[in-house]
């Protein structure tokens, strides 16, 4: 009785120590596993982290190319803006006393070129045919909010903060506003689908109703976008579409601009101004990673200067 006792003892203990064996073995099992599981998610972190690092490489690398493409391409609007003033002069002659000292209209430039494989387009504008921003009213801002895609609410908002925005860098710089467009385009207290063109179907942005440093703000009746009619006389879509007829008529007489824009405090433009704004813009299909360039480019003398620039987003681009 007490062999089979010891042997049953035995046997139970041996059976017990076969279940903590196999316990043991597969904790380890687990473990292991558990442990080659966070090795290869380290791994596949690792591995797109280096992707993405590739990636961006690549797209920095593209970016910069194109920077270099646009720069290109402003300048050679340039060497174009200067070639056509001098073929102006040459063809007016001496200059007399009347008009010695008076901007004379400085002939647009169209191009398309292609730098560093990229297809590029150019086309310049009188810069007087658009307000400085600095000059602008809350109301005006709203209503340029409003172009922009913006509904009431928006507008509103977007003109209480731009306006901010230029108190705060005059009081911390003491200058009279905004230095260069690129501190409204890269603002971040600004809605940047609003001012990137993403809101509206007109293919419009900030950069096409505004220019920073010429100090004007006009309206002309033949020249000006209609769109400023909207912004700078808040014409209403009647006004708008009677203005637009009376174009395709032929040049504006005085008299009717005169009735058109009575009891409007705007001035109106009399000259051209020796400011230009040439907007460069890559046609190539690169989608999102699409820029441009925005120039505003001052004739002195004989000389044009880049006085301000910005390089805008795709979705800042005309479709």
Do not use: C
């Not at 387009?121 to 709203?142: C, I, R, T």
């Not at 990673?289 to 681009?317: H, N, P, R």
């Amino acid at each position: 009785m007490y062999l089979l006792q010891k042997r049953s003892s035995l046997g139970g203990g041996i059976s017990s120590g076969a279940v903590v064996g196999a316990s043991e073995r597969g904790y380890i099992l687990l473990f292991t596993l558990g442990v080659l599981s966070v090795i290869a998610v380290l791994a596949l972190s690792v591995a797109t982290a280096v992707r993405l690092e590739a990636r961006a490489l690549g797209d920095e690398k593209i970016k910069l190319q194109q920077q270099y493409a646009l720069t290109g391409a402003v300048h050679r609007g340039i060497a174009q803006l200067s070639v056509n003033a001098s073929k102006d002069a040459k063809d007016r002659g001496q200059s007399t006393p009347d008009n010695l000292g008076k901007p004379s209209a400085i002939s647009a430039v169209v191009f398309d070129l292609e730098l560093n494989g990229f297809e590029l387009h150019g086309a310049s504008l009188d810069a007087s045919l658009l307000p400085d921003g600095n000059l602008l009213s809350y109301d005006e801002w709203m209503r340029l909010a409003v172009v922009l895609g913006a509904n009431d609410e928006g507008a509103q908002t977007f003109a209480k903060t731009v306006l901010q925005d230029k108190r705060a860098i005059e009081l911390s710089t003491g200058r009279g506003g905004f230095r260069s467009i690129k501190e409204i385009v890269g603002s971040n207290t600004l809605s940047l689908p609003l001012i990137r063109g993403a809101l509206n179907d007109q293919g419009l942005d900030l950069t096409d109703l505004i220019v920073i440093g010429t100090q004007k703000k006009q309206l002309d009746i033949n020249e000006s976008p209609l769109v400023m009619f909207k912004i700078l006389a808040n014409f209403s879509t009647s006004q708008l579409e009677r203005l637009s007829t009376l174009r395709t008529r032929g040049v504006v007489s005085d008299a009717e601009a005169a009735q058109m824009l009575s009891g409007n405090a705007i001035p109106r433009r009399r000259e051209a101004s020796n400011f230009l704004r040439l907007s460069v813009e890559n046609h190539g299909a690169l989608g999102s990673k699409s820029l441009g360039l925005v120039a505003l480019i001052k004739k002195e003398g004989d000389a044009f200067q880049i006085v301000d620039s910005t390089y805008i987003q795709s979705s800042l681009l005309h479709q």
